[in-house]
């Protein structure tokens, strides 16, 4: 059984001024927007295509989630925060009914729905302009959110506004924990810090087949440009088990220390 299925509520923590954690989404409340991230639509297909053979499972997880977050959080609008397909030169049969299937739902319950792109969503626009979806690329501005999905540097525009918060995804941020014995566990993450004048928050990837980046594990190589021009170690990390809750982890510096001292504790 997946974890999302143990829970009849999705876990939520309040982290800023009407900012939520809601599962592995992040709900605004003051403009009334759920933000997902990274649904990577269609990675089974694609998995096949290299040889690899799992159960298409992971769409059913990502719609079931995104409608009870939403649903629990009142949210009129919805943001795809960028990766709403996996595929990078073609949409795949999966990826086509798959992202069909779940826009056309939300439409159906006359939300506000906006996609930012992402590095993996060619091919997307036919899809989003039948429904009259927009897509916005590679940023979209509302009401002091800047949303990006984070793979590449926005150009000086985007920074001249009066951002309060700006956004991202496409990193996948986790964090590892390890303990005296050396059992570890793998947790999906967001990360708080700040970039420019803005408050920064990095969205985990929504589908539970995208593990995630181990940011506190020494020496990691960031993918976002974003997270390489700031100060990681700062940071706060959020992590989230969907069976259990959300947790305060503190910053990334701590749990590097944390990890390097279990590390040499069973050495």
């Known amino acids: ?26 709900f605004l409340g003051d403009i009334g927007a759920l933000v997902v991230a990274d649904l990577h639509l269609g990675y089974e297909q694609a998995l096949e295509d ?9 769409y059913r997880l990502i719609k079931s989630f995104i409608l009870e977050a939403l649903q629990e959080t009142g949210a009129e609008e919805l943001i795809v925060l960028g990766d709403v397909k996996h595929e990078f030169g073609s949409a795949l049969r999966q990826e086509w009914s798959e992202t069909l299937d779940l826009f056309s739902e939300l439409k159906s319950r006359n939300l506000k729905v906006r996609v930012v792109r992402g590095n993996h969503d060619n091919f997307l626009i036919p899809i989003l302009k039948r429904l009259e979806i927009p897509l916005h690329d590679p940023y979209y501005i509302e009401e002091g959110h800047l949303f990006t999905h984070g793979h590449k540097e ?3 525009d985007a920074w001249s506004r009066d951002i309060k918060y700006t956004i991202i995804a496409h990193e996948h941020p986790a964090i590892i924990l390890r303990d005296e014995l050396g059992v570890t566990v793998k947790l999906k993450c967001f990360l708080k810090g700040s970039i420019e004048k803005s408050e920064m928050l990095v969205l985990p990837a929504s589908s539970p087949l995208m593990p995630g980046t181990e940011v506190n594990v020494p020496r990691t190589r960031f993918l976002s440009p974003f997270l390489k021009r700031v100060d990681v170690d700062s940071m706060r990390v959020y992590a989230v088990d969907l069976s259990a809750g959300v947790y305060d982890f503190g910053t990334v510096g ?14």
């Open 254 to 267: 701590l749990l590097r220390r944390l990890i390097q001292r279990a590390t040499s504790s069973t050495d």
């Open 1 to 26: 059984m997946h974890e999302l299925e143990k829970v009849k509520q999705v876990p939520e923590m309040v982290i800023d001024h009407r900012i939520s954690i809601v599962g592995h989404a992040l």
């Open 154 to 156: 926005l150009p000086l």
């Open 50 to 58: 290299a040889g690899v053979f799992i159960p298409a499972v992971q």
